[in-house]
């Protein structure tokens, strides 16, 4: 059967429709899209490469071609900006859940098929969970301070610096001499980063931060994009 072109039907560019679909916040259709777009692609390049006279060559050559660009997409990932998008309201709302919404299933989890793919994902994976990568930085943070005591005695003794220096200020009246409440506070910030830096609390605050990035990242693109519950509109009356 044939269909005969409707004369009222609209053409939509692929970029208009696209917008459209990111201004709506359907990112998880775009995301299907290029999924299939990719794997379209690669099927087509497949048909073309068995038509060479040396199969072994085609199939060597389609795999070098398969290697480099997986190996492109995943060191493009590090020079992405994660936090480009990110905002305060993100860490505001409610924390997704663990287990049906960061971690999912094994379906939801796929190889980015391109550089603009990846680059969604993370962008728009970094604000759903950022709730969740926080919590993993807190975690991390916490494992390095029990892998080096001496880092976790300096914190502790910062933190009690500080609170030692607001009791006095309290009992003494400090705020009555700026000036020399200034001085002591200067004073007590050098004190604080000399503890922090003799007892390697920047390492483990280094470890935490480069363990959480790369976890943080590699979760971000590979996760596939779900839908968002979109806002419910009332009936008209």
Not at 123 to 149: D, G
Not at 202 to 218: H, S, T, W
């Amino acid at each position: 059967m044939v269909f005969s072109s409707n004369p009222l039907s609209l053409s939509v560019p692929d970029p208009t429709f696209e917008s459209w679909l990111r201004d709506s916040g359907y990112l998880d259709v775009i995301d299907d899209h290029q999924t299939a777009a990719a794997s379209t692609t690669t099927s087509t390049s497949t048909t073309t490469d068995s038509t060479i006279t040396i199969p072994i060559t085609g199939f060597l050559f389609g795999y070098l071609v398969s290697l480099f660009s997986h190996l492109w997409i995943l060191l493009s990932l590090f020079t992405l900006n994660p936090f480009s998008k990110l905002t305060t309201n993100d860490f505001s709302g409610e924390t997704p859940s663990w287990t049906k919404g960061f971690f999912g299933d094994f379906g939801s989890y796929s190889f980015p098929a391109s550089v603009s793919q990846a680059r969604l994902r993370v962008h728009e994976n970094v604000k759903r969970y950022a709730r969740n990568y926080a919590s993993l930085f807190i975690l991390f943070f916490a494992c390095s301070l029990y892998q080096l005591p001496l880092a976790l005695v300096g914190l502790i003794s910062s933190l009690a610096l500080w609170d030692l220096f607001r009791f006095f200020s309290d009992k003494w009246g400090l705020d009555r001499f700026p000036v020399t409440q200034l001085v002591l506070i200067r004073i007590t910030q050098c004190a604080t980063a000399i503890i922090l830096i003799w007892l390697n609390v920047q390492m483990a605050l280094c470890c935490a931060l480069g363990v959480c990035y790369i976890v943080m990242i590699l979760h971000a693109a590979f996760r596939k994009l779900t839908p968002v519950k979109q806002p419910s509109r009332g009936r008209w009356k």
